[in-house]
């Protein structure tokens, strides 16, 4: 039986994940309303990962018969004042993630919970991948950002990203 307090950090994280969509979407149609197309495609992939992600927690919680608990979806924060601050913004995001389920999995050891220990790899290798990505976009755009013909061409590039679903193993 999972303990309490590894439930309630795994629903909070269902909860984060889910605003992290939230978030995506929220981005996805700055990018668009700023003639970004290839960016809020970019964006709309990133927030169906996110789901994604919610729901692995949620099956997660439901095969080791722990309870589900949904929580209201902030409204999303545009703080930003262009494109180059809200990738900035991804990354900041990316990070508090990153440090969220790095919480979960210091309960895990903590409780010596090892299957929640092993299952929590796949989302740490996830937070990684997610970090690098948007390291990656604030670098292209910095490089290609301030030009219009490059930026339209990093546009373009970024727009050919599809979603490849990955998933965590519960075997």
């Known amino acids: 039986m ?8 795994i629903n909070l994280q269902v909860n ?3 605003y992290s969509a939230y978030m995506y979407l929220d981005m996805s149609v700055y990018a668009n309303d700023h003639g970004l197309i290839g960016f809020a ?3 709309k992939v990133q927030a169906q990962e ?6 692995y927690f949620v099956e997660y919680l ?8 949904y929580e209201t979806i902030s409204k999303p924060e545009r703080n930003y004042k262009d494109i180059e601050e809200m990738l900035k913004e991804q990354l900041r995001h990316e990070q508090f993630v990153t440090t969220s389920i790095g919480n ?4 895990a050891i903590k409780e ?11 989302f740490i290798r996830e937070q990684g991948e997610e970090e690098k990505n948007a390291n990656d976009l ?5 490089l290609y950002g301030k030009n219009p013909a490059s930026l339209m061409e990093l546009d373009h590039g970024v727009g050919k990203r599809e979603y490849h679903k990955s998933v965590p193993s519960l075997d």
Not at 50 to 55: F, N, P, V
Not at 138 to 142: D, E, S
């Open 62 to 69: 439901q095969h080791v018969g722990a309870p589900v608990v």
């Open 16 to 18: 984060r994940e889910f």
């Open 2 to 9: 999972l303990k309490k307090s590894l439930v309630d950090l």
């Open 50 to 55: 996110e789901r994604d992600h919610a729901l």
């Open 138 to 142: 604030i670098l292209a755009f910095g």
């Open 41 to 43: 495609k970019w964006f």
């Open 112 to 122: 010596k919970d090892y299957l929640t220990q092993e299952y929590l790899q796949w």
């Open 104 to 107: 979960i999995l210091a309960e």
